[in-house]
């Protein structure tokens, strides 16, 4: 793996693998020591732990296909929202246990068939990041599914909870599968796959592990989108206040 | 010893000395038990040793780089050079058959083979329980006290118990 030469594309794709990462992984982090059960609490940070460990993978690539010299700390820390390209689902409040749970869900449904795909890219960097990643991601999807049947398919209130929390996120998972300029390049280059392929194999395994839950998916199909280009919901200014604090107010501290 | 004059110590010596390397989390078992160093090789007078991590997130990544070049280093090692490699991705199928025995005769069940594709939630391994050998255990949860492993149960001497989840 040397470096290769400067790529705007796979810069703009790292960025987007390893910022949903990064995000999702800092929201699972705010419940640490908060979750309704010790096996949860664990579970949680675990994956937090999982999805930051990947996100160094990826924001080191997007470094390297960069060129500019910048650091993956310098992308965590230093960015302000509009150059976050996270998708808005994992941004969203985590809400009660339920709608965490959920938003993990939704999400892992998408990450394991996005990381089976780039197992295959034209890049040998994102095809290591993404097999490396892929087996952790089966566990994330594992345990997720196995959450939202037993607290959907529960007691009246954790159905209740869980069908909210569907219903609540639900508009923010189309912009999931929606191509821009930067995904028509990388699919034409074989080096990422179109977003719109991985949708069959997200609804149908997000069909059935609802139906298993006894909930319902939501009809409407209108789709919140801006994230992958810099337009976020006002909640991503609040985590990256919390996240940066320490860099802004004392740059360069280190331990 | 004069390290410029000195012979090259052989790549097998160089592998002894890394098994002696103890595992940050789990210090029963070495770095080479564990599967994760890939490949020792001489470039001219510089040892590369290539390490794949275990998860991507594993705090003890930078723990077992500095383990490693303090440990060579001891031996006399001079010029080192770390590589990272991620594909192929380490599995728990290179835990050798000695670092299971270690894994089991500390208290951790070791990974069930064969389940490395099959992260599914709803059917977890039979594991046997490393205390009493029953097979009669439940699992907690799903994720332990480190990434690697997950909380087990036995029903028979009802001990608790991390297994090293196959990965």
Request: aromatic letters at 8%; hydrophobic letters at 40%; one cysteine or more.
């Amino acid at each position: 793996m040397s470096a290769a030469a400067p790529s705007p594309a796979i810069a703009e794709f790292a960025l987007r693998m390893g910022d949903s990462c990064l995000i999702l992984g800092h929201r699972n982090s705010e419940w640490c020591g908060h979750s309704p059960a010790l096996e949860e609490d664990i579970a949680l940070a675990n994956t937090a732990l999982d999805l930051i460990g990947q996100t160094q993978l990826w924001l080191e690539l997007a470094c390297e296909a960069e060129g500019a010299g910048r650091r993956p700390d310098d992308l965590a820390f230093l960015r302000d929202v509009s150059g976050y390209r996270n998708l808005l689902l994992v941004e969203q409040p985590n809400g009660d246990f339920g709608r965490t749970l959920m938003r993990q869900y939704l999400f892992d449904a998408w990450h394991l068939p996005m990381l089976k795909a780039l197992m295959g890219s034209a890049d040998s960097r994102i095809a290591a990041i993404a097999e490396k990643a892929s087996k952790e991601v089966a566990y994330h999807l594992g345990r997720s599914a196995d959450l939202v049947v037993r607290l959907g398919d529960g007691t009246k209130e954790s159905h209740t909870r869980m069908q909210a929390a569907v219903d609540f996120l639900w508009p923010y998972t189309g912009e999931m599968f929606i191509a821009d300029a930067v995904d028509e390049d990388l699919a034409a280059s074989g080096l990422a796959p179109q977003p719109e392929s991985l949708r069959d194999a997200w609804r149908e395994h997000v069909t059935h592990t609802l139906a298993d839950a006894t909930l319902k998916a939501p009809e409407k199909s209108y789709a919140q989108k801006g994230g992958r280009r810099g337009v976020h919901s006002e909640h991503l200014g609040f985590v990256l206040a919390e996240m940066q604090f320490l860099q802004r107010a004392y740059p360069g501290a280190r331990w | 010893m004069d390290a410029t004059t000195a012979p090259r110590p052989a790549i097998t010596e160089i592998w002894s000395w890394l098994s002696e390397i103890p595992d940050p989390e789990i210090p029963v078992i070495s770095l080479v038990d564990l599967g994760i160093i890939r490949a020792v090789a001489w470039t001219g007078d510089m040892l590369e040793v290539t390490v794949t991590p275990t998860y991507s997130g594993c705090p003890a990544t930078g723990v077992i780089n500095f383990e490693i070049d303090r440990g060579l280093r001891q031996h006399g090692i001079e010029k080192l050079s770390l590589k990272r490699q991620l594909s192929p991705a380490w599995t728990t199928q290179w835990i050798s058959a000695e670092g299971r025995a270690k894994l089991r005769a500390y208290g951790i069940a070791p990974p069930v083979d064969g389940m490395a594709a099959c992260a599914g939630a709803l059917q977890p391994p039979i594991v046997s329980c490393p205390r009493c050998g029953s097979a009669k255990t439940e699992r907690i949860s799903q994720f332990g006290s480190t990434p690697c492993k997950a909380h087990f149960r036995c029903t028979e001497c009802l001990e608790p118990f991390d297994y090293f989840k196959s990965f």
